[in-house]
Nanobody
Framework: QLQLLESGGGSVQAGESLRLSCRASAVARCMAWFRQAPGMEREGVASIASGGMTTYADSVKGRFTISKENILYLQMDSLKPEDTAMYYC???????????????????WGQGAQVTVSS
């Protein structure tokens, strides 16, 4: 089991930035960020494959950037109130496509980091 731990969440005003981090206990071929607002379905935000290819949800393109060094990051700029949610990092053991929209392909999940954006 791959252990994941998110950090970097917080409360900010619209237009400000946050950077989420996810520490993993081992290397994963495919990693992604998801988010879930109260009463809403879980939504794929961004993903990154071992080769560096990334994908983004349309709602965050141009504002969010996913990257991976020893730690998985999600840089969130120009935040909007609609971005308010619990954010989770996840890892897929066997998913060559590495698309964050396919949440059922991800095997291991972190506990989440709360992001709150006020207008």
């Amino acid at each position: 089991q791959l252990q994941l731990l998110e950090s970097g969440g917080g409360s900010v005003q619209a237009g400000e930035s946050l950077r989420l981090s996810c520490r993993a206990s081992a290397v994963a071929r495919c990693m992604a960020w998801f988010r879930q607002a109260p009463g809403m379905e879980r939504e794929g935000v961004a993903s990154i494959a071992s080769g560096g290819m990334t994908t983004y949800a349309d709602s965050v393109k141009g504002r969010f950037t996913i990257s991976k060094e020893n730690i998985l990051y999600l840089q969130m700029d120009s935040l909007k109130p609609e971005d308010t949610a619990m954010y989770y990092c996840a890892a897929a053991r066997q998913f060559s496509g590495c698309y964050s929209s396919d949440s059922d392909r991800f095997d291991d999940w972190g506990q989440g980091a709360q992001v709150t954006v006020s207008s």
